[in-house]
């Protein structure tokens, strides 16, 4: 099995910064895409960021120059670093990758809530 654990969401106000964390329990963490995906009330769940075993990146469009992805192999962690927050980006962050012979691995989510 493998697990990903979300933490360091919350309520911050419009402007901003939060940043989130996914731990995971894959002894193989390094070799693995990481991808950071939310899902607003009501909307589809889209792709925010992710980040290479190569460490390339990948931004949606709506976070360019505000959110940066970043991991730390040796913690088995990734990061998303979320600055300039706007409410529209008010979701649930969740965590995922893909692992050969399990499929695509999500973990429980975080709550981002960003006020006027």
């Known amino acids: 099995q493998v697990q990903l654990v979300e933490s360091g969401g919350g309520l911050v106000q419009a402007g901003g910064s939060l940043r989130l964390s996914c731990a995971c329990s894959?002894?193989?963490?390094?070799?693995?895409?990481m991808g950071w995906y939310r899902q607003a009330p009501g909307k589809q769940r889209e792709l925010v960021a992710s980040?290479?075993?190569?460490?390339?990146?990948y931004y949606a469009d709506s976070v360019k120059g505000r959110f940066t992805v970043s991991r730390e192999n040796a913690e088995k962690t990734v990061y998303l670093q979320m600055n300039s927050l706007k409410p529209e980006d008010t979701a649930v962050y969740y965590c995922?990758?893909?692992?050969?012979?399990?499929?695509?691995?999500w973990g429980q989510g975080t709550q981002v809530t960003v006020s006027l």
């Open positions: 894959r002894s193989g963490f390094r070799f693995n895409a």
């Open positions: 995922n990758t893909y692992v050969y012979g399990l499929g695509s691995i």
């Open positions: 980040i290479s075993n190569d460490r390339s990146t």
